[in-house]
């Protein structure tokens, strides 16, 4: 069981900056794929970004591309998520996800393991 905690969301203006922080309690995220999702109200959960296992791959959002950085920092045990030139359009709640699959999969069914979520609230 990987048990994973989301942090540093908060309210930013437009054009401002985040970086969300994944942390992992009782286990490394060495082996899994990690992914970062987000959910807006009445949409559905959509994938962010994500980073293979070795970190050798990245995928990202079309409109989060040139944007949003993810980054595995192994010695904290930790993903990142850095957000900047963020607009109202980014304002959803971020999830963090480990995957055990293959490469970086980009459906909410190939993550079997969720953090509870933080907000990011942009202010147009």
């Known amino acids: 069981q990987v048990q994973l905690v989301e942090s540093g969301g908060g309210l930013v203006q437009a054009g401002g900056s985040l970086t969300l922080s994944c942390a992992a309690s009782?286990?490394?995220?060495?082996?899994?794929?990690m992914g970062w999702f987000r959910q807006a109200p009445g949409k559905e959960r959509e994938f962010v970004g994500g980073?293979?296992?070795?970190?050798?791959?990245?995928s990202y959002l079309d409109s989060v591309k040139g944007r949003f950085t993810i980054s595995r920092d192994r010695a904290k045990n930790t993903v990142n998520l850095q957000m900047t030139s963020l607009t109202f359009e980014d304002t959803a709640v971020y999830y963090c996800a480990a995957s055990a699959g293959i490469g970086v999969p980009r459906s909410v069914a190939n993550y079997a393991y969720w953090g509870q979520g933080t907000q990011v609230t942009v202010s147009s």
């Open positions: 980073i293979s296992r070795s970190s050798t791959s990245t």
């Open positions: 009782g286990r490394t995220l060495s082996p899994y794929t």
